[in-house]
T-cell receptor
Framework: DTGVSQDPRHKITKRGQNVTFRCDPISEHNRLYWYRQTLGQGPEFLTYFQNEAQLEKSRLLSDRFSAERPKGSFSTLEIQRTEQGDSAMYLC?????????????FGPGTRLLVL | AQSVSQHNHHVILSEAASLELGCNYSYGGTVNLFWYVQYPGQHLQLLLKYFSGDPLVKGIKGFEAEFIKSKFSFNLRKPSVQWSDTAEYFCAVRGSSASKIIFGSGTRLSIRP
């Protein structure tokens, strides 16, 4: 499968713990996006990278959240000191800046439950 | 504020019925418009997109959408739905010079066999 992949698919953690999610984009894509989706809502933008540079962050992204894309390929999203309100589906998407009208393709998501 | 409004939260239809899902957006400037679909247990998939040109765009599985600029609308249509169209449908907008996509809250479509 050459689509966007995310790991883990599910994560249950206790409040106050740190969690890290990984996203592997489509191989030739140079842009990578993180979104968050809560029940009954559409995805909300968190941040995106072009290659290894983080170009935009949403105001939704508190200082407990950090994302990296160190080599311009896979990305990690870390949440420190998790809170129950962090429970959501975390989606990753990728696109190519110059191709396919920069259409974003989504991965299966990581569902986080904070107890 | 930039936003997308989907008027119907849950639509229930019988097979072979016609479908129209409403979508209105609020965004200054030139936009790109999308419909994504999420089938049960699957990830978001692109159904169709509008960037420019003919405001009537055709997507996969017999879906189409019409961009009406004066109404800030991008409604999704299908003349005859199938049970396999049961899914959640998301309308989305992106500024033509922006990267992030703004999604609506989604419409759940249930098809009675």
């Amino acid at each position: 499968d050459t689509g966007v992949s995310q790991d883990p698919r599910h994560k249950i953690t206790k409040r106050g713990q740190n969690v890290t999610f990984r996203c592997d984009p489509i191989s030739e894509h140079n842009r990578l996006y993180w979104y968050r989706q809560t029940l009954g809502q559409g995805p909300e933008f968190l941040t995106y990278f072009q290659n290894e540079a983080q170009l935009e962050k949403s105001r939704l992204l508190s200082d407990r959240f950090s994302a990296e894309r160190p080599k311009g390929s896979f990305s990690t999203l870390e949440i420190q000191r998790t809170e129950q309100g962090d429970s959501a589906m975390y989606l990753c998407a990728s696109s190519h800046y110059l191709l396919d009208q920069e259409t974003q393709y989504f991965g299966p998501g990581t569902r986080l439950l904070v107890l | 504020a930039q936003s997308v409004s989907q008027h119907n939260h849950h639509v229930i239809l019988s097979e072979a019925a016609s479908l129209e899902l409403g979508c209105n957006y609020s965004y200054g400037g030139t936009v790109n418009l999308f419909w994504y679909v999420q089938y049960p247990g699957q990830h978001l998939q692109l159904l169709l997109k509008y960037f420019s040109g003919d405001p009537l765009v055709k997507g996969i599985k017999g879906f189409e959408a019409e961009f009406i600029k004066s109404k800030f609308s991008f409604n999704l249509r299908k003349p005859s739905v199938q049970w396999s169209d049961t899914a959640e449908y998301f309308c989305a907008v992106r500024g033509s010079s922006a990267s992030k996509i703004i999604f609506g809250s989604g419409t759940r479509l249930s098809i009675r066999p």
